[in-house]
């Protein structure tokens, strides 16, 4: 197997490890002479790389080694070795790591930015399972406030859970009379007007009944 090519990284402290991938083509050749052939000139090959990569290296970072990887290859994309004539000829791709130092260097923030990235994917979970709760109760609670079966059931449920509901049913509806009270002022003030009986004043007044029948105040606002 091929030796990784050196090239120097910005600032030459580091290198970038090239592993070249040599593709050769012939016509009319066995593949155990075209094996022969790239084994005797894979140095010469070698060189036509490294050539090739250098000066763009330099351009790089030493921990850059996926972007030098992607400009190194467009810019051998094309490209074919000898250039001209019928005899076997290659082609090249590289895959490009960085300095072994440099890795060690990497470890530990990849290691924290692994662990960032599954912390908030968890705080993610854990507030969509927040919301998708939230969303339950409440329509329970709204259930249990319209509902004068499952509102004694509440009950069985354990004094804590009762003790909640009672409150929460409670200052629901400790706006319930002034809000029947400002109905029947609508409709009496439509009357106070000389309008008559309408349709308009007839159906306020249905909804105010049916408000009062629905909340137990038909007694309390009377």
């Known amino acids: 197997m091929p030796q990784p090519i050196l090239v120097p990284a910005r600032g030459d402290a580091f290198d970038f490890r090239l592993h070249a991938v040599y593709n050769w083509t012939a016509q ?3 593949y155990e002479a075209l094996r022969l052939r790239a084994e005797r000139y894979l140095a010469w090959a070698g060189g036509i790389v490294r050539e090739r990569a250098v000066d763009l290296a330099r351009q790089y970072e ?3 080694s996926h972007d030098l990887e992607r400009a190194l290859n467009d810019r ?5 070795w000898p250039r001209e004539g019928a005899q076997p000829y290659f082609w090249v791709q590289v895959r490009v790591s960085p300095d072994e130092r440099v890795r060690e260097r990497l470890r530990p923030y990849w290691e924290q930015r ?5 912390d908030h994917e968890l705080q993610k979970i854990r507030a969509q399972q927040a919301d998708e709760l939230t969303r339950r109760w ?3 609670l709204q259930s249990l406030e319209d509902d004068p079966v499952t509102a004694h ?7 804590q859970f009762a003790e909640v509901f009672r409150r929460y049913v409670e200052e629901r509806r400790g706006t319930v009379p002034d809000l029947v ?3 029947r002022e609508a409709v009496r003030g439509h009357g106070d007007l000389g309008m008559g009986p309408s349709e308009y004043t007839e159906a306020w007044d249905a909804a105010i009944r049916t408000y009062e029948r629905r909340h137990g105040l038909s007694e309390r606002t009377n």
Do not use: Y
């Open 114 to 118: 692994i662990k960032l990235e599954c």
């Open 153 to 159: 059931a509440a009950r069985l449920t354990g004094e």
């Open 28 to 30: 009319n050749m066995p």
């Open 181 to 183: 009270e400002l109905l």
């Open 138 to 140: 409440c329509a329970v």
């Open 76 to 80: 051998l994309a094309g490209q074919r």
């Open 62 to 64: 030493p921990h850059r």
